[in-house]
């Protein structure tokens, strides 16, 4: 026996790096202020914005797809070289049949891959991303595609109608040699902490009120950032941009200040005022907003959260060819910008919060 313990870190065996990135975000946008008309509460829409909505013919594997395309564009790669594509989201469209198979095929990734759909509420797209680098990191495969993807959900009322917004990224993980960000390491931290869960058939999800805040949120992503840093002897300092999982604009915030971060570090990549949280894809997003303006050399941290609950944390640095391959893609703030203001009626027809039987 001995008493030296193993270091938490996750650290493959060669090292892995992101070959590509990509964004997407529907066009369409629910202000905060209808939401606020309908239900005559006012609060919501002094936080937030807007939030995108997806449209009749969009769900998780259409902006998969869309987001994956991307990726692959500033891979510059063969899809015939992926080895996995793992889809994580709150909202598959099918309960029997899986997301990754279709995108696998709408990509050419197929047929000599593993597919697989994820799920760890918020976290499902940084779980795959996990499982991507030790796919990589073991040398099992040269390319991992991992995804994180999600539509607008909450119960009519419920302020989740202010927040719940759609959209997400995919992140494609291969050799660092040839990457735009290398993954210098991460960490996982996880407890049976029922902050927020939806049972077997029930449309809408349900909060555990008195968990959300302190005993969930702020104390995964708390002891997740604080291990890896103290794992890796990083500061706050050694950063120049952190992304953290966005349910509404002020956890980030208070979570950054506990941390020692300052307001710059993280204001690039919250991008939740303005899409609202996409739940699986949330930081996800918010990592493709730091990356379209990072510097070569630039230290990111990106911390997800996922009810239920657990975290995944991951220290970045870009490398050189971040500033050419970016460019081979659409811009996240490019879908952004690119908006259809719609009302709350056809908010509820697009998302299905009608039914008649």
């Not at 990135?21 to 807007?50: D, K, M, N, Q, S």
């Not at 799920?119 to 795959?128: D, H, Q, S, Y």
């Amino acid at each position: 026996m001995t008493d030296h313990k193993v270091p938490p870190i996750l650290k493959p065996i060669r090292d892995v790096g992101i070959v590509g990135y990509g964004a997407y975000i529907p066009r369409y946008r629910l202000p905060a202020r209808e939401v606020a008309r309908i239900w005559r509460a006012g609060g919501g829409g002094t936080l937030f914005e807007e939030k995108a909505v997806s449209g009749l013919d969009e769900d998780v594997i259409t902006m998969s797809i869309e987001a994956a395309r991307n990726a692959l564009a500033r891979a510059e790669i063969d899809p015939d070289e992926i080895r996995a594509v793992w889809v994580g989201s709150e909202s598959h469209p099918y309960s029997v049949k899986p997301t990754s198979t279709v995108v696998a095929e709408a990509i050419g990734a197929t047929p000599h891959t593993q597919a697989a759909d994820w799920e760890f509420a918020c976290k499902a797209g940084t779980e795959a991303i996990q499982a991507a680098i030790g796919f990589v990191g073991s040398e099992m495969a040269r390319f991992a595609l991992a995804i994180g993807m999600d539509t607008a959900q909450g119960r009519p009322g419920d302020p989740l109608e202010y927040t719940a917004g759609a959209g997400g990224a995919a992140y494609l993980l291969g050799p660092a040699e040839i990457s735009l960000a290398t993954i210098e390491s991460s960490y996982s931290f996880a407890t049976d902490t029922p902050d927020f869960f939806r049972r077997a058939n029930e449309k809408y999800p349900e909060h555990g009120e008195r968990f959300t805040g302190e005993p969930a949120y702020f104390k995964h992503i708390t002891s997740a950032a604080q291990t890896l840093m103290q794992a890796i002897n990083a500061s706050p300092s050694d950063y120049q941009h952190v992304v953290f999982h966005q349910p509404n604009s002020k956890f980030p915030q208070r979570v950054g200040r506990t941390l020692g971060f300052k307001p710059e570090q993280i204001e690039t990549g919250l991008l939740v005022p303005l899409i609202g949280n996409t739940y699986a894809g949330s930081a996800l997003v918010g990592l493709t907003a730091v990356l379209d303006i990072a510097e070569p050399g630039d230290r990111i941290l990106l911390v997800s959260y996922g009810s239920g609950a657990g975290s995944d944390a991951f220290s970045l640095r870009t490398t050189d060819l971040l500033p050419e391959r970016r460019n081979q893609a659409p811009y996240t703030q490019d879908y952004i910008a690119r908006r259809t203001e719609i009302d709350y009626a056809t908010y509820a027809r697009f998302r299905g919060k009608l039914t008649m039987k």
